[in-house]
């Protein structure tokens, strides 16, 4: 089993910038891809970013450019720096992981953490 631990969300104005953190724990060796879903009140979730362990990234489009994710494999964390933030990226914020490269579906699943941009 692997254990993720989300933080750092809040509430911060339109154009400011927050980091988001995931930590991992647990039987981490075989993880590969850690990505960052968010869902927002009568939405779906939706993927935000990916990173395999290889350093493979993704992004949706409509955070290309503004948010960047990352990963420190000595501290089995995995970040998203968002800047240029805009009310439209409220939402709840879920670290995921998987011990595949590019699934469909990932196996573990952090609680989430707030995010609210103000206008």
């Known amino acids: 089993q692997v254990q993720l631990v989300e933080s750092g969300g809040g509430l911060v104005q339109a154009g400011g910038s927050l980091r988001l953190s995931c930590a991992a724990s647990?039987?981490?060796?075989?993880?590969?891809?850690m990505g960052w879903y968010r869902q927002a009140p009568g939405k779906q979730r939706e993927l935000v970013a990916a990173?395999?362990?290889?350093?493979?990234?993704n992004y949706a489009d409509s955070v290309k450019g503004r948010f960047t994710i990352s990963r420190d494999y000595a501290k089995n964390t995995v970040y998203l720096q968002m800047n240029s933030l805009k009310p439209e990226d409220t939402a709840v914020y879920y670290c995921?992981?998987?011990?595949?490269?590019?699934?469909?579906?990932?196996?573990?699943w952090g609680q989430g953490t707030q995010v609210t941009v103000s206008s």
């Open positions: 995921a992981a998987d011990p595949r490269s590019d699934p469909a579906n990932y196996r573990y």
């Open positions: 990173i395999t362990r290889g350093g493979s990234t």
């Open positions: 647990g039987s981490i060796f075989g993880i590969n891809a």
